[in-house]
Each structure stands twice: as structure tokens, then as C-alpha cells.
């Protein structure tokens, strides 16, 4: 399994069995048994936003029997809220498409197609224009770890839980903050927080709430999930 962020795992760390950090030229990475799966071992890595860095995570020895990239997304359709979920049966990047398999859950989720794009989409007309393609969703790593999916030849899933939904702006424009290689320069975001508190953190605090709930969601998903 495969996030942007290692915050995006904790709703499924809290149930699972024992989990073993795993030694990787990558934020985070750990092992942990899956007692409701048919794949027992899951292995869970997270490297920052986007492409590029998506890519670098998947960089680890196998073999794997599956991929599975997850993590926060935008809704980009109307009736999915924050702490929804996701399911692609296909993903889109630019001119290129991934399919993607579903897998077995009791819980309920939304199915179609969800937008890879590198980038932030951070306002509602950005998530509205997506979602007049029929994309329910937009993320920003699911490409790259489809496309190492489709090298090893195994079934990839994209499962994602939404953070912020389709009416919502975000209190920056966070691809302003981005360095090099496509992670989020967080003190340049900090200071530009600082120029306009009073709207800023508010809204920052509230969608730090949001990606809290979203993440619970995702890892009660998750947990009852057979691959």
C-alpha cells in the first residue's frame, strides 16, 4: 500500500496486528499483518506528495501480489463528503489510463473513474470541472504506483477516502509550496499562513480535523477489505 503521507495509514495501523518498521530510503515504512485479508503481510509505505515521490516509494524489493495506492483525495462528484470513499475501477492521467481492480467490503463506497493529476486541486471549481468529466475523484499519486502495478504485472487498486469535498476551496493555494522534487515546503506554508491568520487558520485546523476523520474512515475500510 502506497500514501502520500504516513497520517493517511493510522486509521489502519490502529487495526492491525503487530506492525514491524522496515528499514527504506522512504519517510515511512512498516509491515503489519492483515487479519481480515487474504493477502496476510501488508506492507505500508509513504514518501510525500505526488509523482515523483510516489514513484521513489515504490522502489522496494518484492514480490507483491498486489498494489494498492491510498491516501486523501478531492471529491469531485456531489455526493461524496468528507470521510467517504473512493473506489477507481479506473485512473486517469492526462491521456493515459489505468484500469483498477475493486476489491470485497462490506462497507459502502462510491466506484468510477478518479483523476491523477500533479497537482493540487485546490478550488471547488477545479474539483467541479473534473467532475464534468464523470470523475468522482481527484488525487495526485495514484499514477505512478498504477504504472509500477502494471511493470509487475500485478493487480492494482486505488482506494481513497475524501478530505475535502467537491464545494470546498482550500485556504491556499498549495502548489505554490512545493519544492523540486514535489514535496510541500510546510514552513513556506506556515509563514504564508501567518500572513492572513485570521482566514488561513482557521481553515487549516479545520482541514487538519477533516483529514483526521478522513483517515479513521479509511482505515475501518481498509481493515475489512479483501484483495
Known amino acids: 500500500m502506497v500514501a502520500a503521507e504516513k497520517m493517511e495509514f493510522d486509521g ?3 487495526r492491525l496486528g503487530e506492525t514491524r518498521a522496515i528499514e527504506a530510503r522512504v519517510r515511512f515504512a512498516a509491515e503489519a499483518i492483515h487479519h481480515n485479508s487474504s493477502l496476510s503481510t501488508v506492507l505500508m509505505v509513504s514518501n510525500g506528495p505526488g509523482r515523483v515521490r510516489a514513484a521513489a516509494a515504490c522502489a522496494l524489493d518484492g514480490p507483491f501480489d498486489a ?5 486523501f483525495c478531492g471529491g469531485t462528484n456531489p455526493r ?3 470521510g467517504d470513499i473512493a473506489v477507481a475501477n479506473e485512473v486517469r492521467m492526462e491521456s493515459r489510463y489505468f484500469a483498477a481492480s475493486s476489491p470485497e467490503s462490506p462497507k459502502p463506497a462510491m466506484t468510477g473513474p478518479v483523476v491523477s ?5 485546490c478550488t471547488a471549481a477545479d474539483k467541479r470541472r473534473l467532475g464534468d468529466t464523470g470523475a468522482i475523484a481527484v488525487e495526485m499519486e495514484a499514477a505512478a504506483v ?3 502495478a502494471e511493470q509487475r504485472g500485478v493487480p492494482f487498486y486505488c482506494i481513497r477516502v475524501v478530505s475535502d469535498s467537491v464545494e470546498e476551496d482550500m485556504p491556499l493555494d498549495f502548489n ?3 519544492t523540486a522534487d514535489g514535496d510541500f515546503d510546510r514552513k513556506a506554508i506556515a509563514f504564508a499562513a501567518l500572513r492572513r491568520p485570521f482566514s488561513c487558520i482557521p481553515a487549516l485546523r479545520r482541514l487538519q480535523r477533516n483529514c483526521q476523520i478522513a483517515s479513521e474512515s479509511l482505515g475501518a475500510f ?5 484483495f
Open 80 to 82: 461524496l463528503r468528507v
Open 12 to 14: 489502519l495501523l490502529r
Open 117 to 121: 493529476q500533479d497537482r493540487v486541486a
Open 146 to 148: 498504477a504504472a509500477f
Open 176 to 178: 505554490r509550496y512545493r
Open 67 to 71: 498494489v494498492v495506492s491510498t491516501g
Open 222 to 226: 481498509l481493515a475489512d477489505c479483501r
